[in-house]
């Protein structure tokens, strides 16, 4: 394994651990957590070793863009990712829901820079995503929301 893979493993490992600080500031921009898998399985100890991806975003925020560099948004002093576990080099296509209809689709490559950037209006949205096999077809991965959090994000 590449030096700089297990580094960006580490660094997004140390990451996600720091972002779990459920802790309210005074701005109430919160936290929520999510995994998306293809696994039957709901308990983190039974899908651990298969492929999955987490995402962690603000329960609710201003109009702003949300911008995702190499994996990390930073919103004042709180940090959120979203990153990639066990997964080979399968696009993952990530929609963002808003009233019920995609308002945003990324195609991400967990193998490259995770980025994206998305400015919401007020309004509130979900997040669901699929993955793009290397035979082309589309298949949906379940949503699990972790930590007592939300699959909602709030834009004032």
Excluded at 27 to 43: K, P, R
Aim: hydrophobic share 35%.
């Amino acid at each position: 394994m590449k030096k700089s893979t297990i580094l960006m493993f580490y660094l997004t490992t140390t990451l996600i651990l720091t972002s779990c600080q459920k802790e309210q500031s005074s701005d109430q921009t919160g936290w929520n957590a999510l995994t998306f898998t293809e696994s039957v399985h709901n308990l983190y100890s039974q899908y651990m070793d298969e492929p999955h991806i987490n995402l962690t975003f603000p329960s609710s925020i201003s109009s702003q863009e949300l911008n995702y560099d190499n994996g990390i948004f930073r919103l004042s002093d709180r940090y959120y990712a979203i990153s990639a576990h066990n997964w080979d080099n399968s696009r993952i296509i990530l929609r963002i829901i808003k009233d019920g209809e995609v308002v945003n689709t990324e195609e991400l490559v967990p193998e490259n820079n995770f980025a994206f950037r998305f400015s919401p209006l007020p309004g509130e949205y979900q997040f669901e995503a699929a993955v793009m096999g290397l035979d082309n077809q589309e298949r949906p991965l379940k949503t699990i929301v972790l930590h007592n959090s939300e699959n909602r994000l709030k834009v004032y």
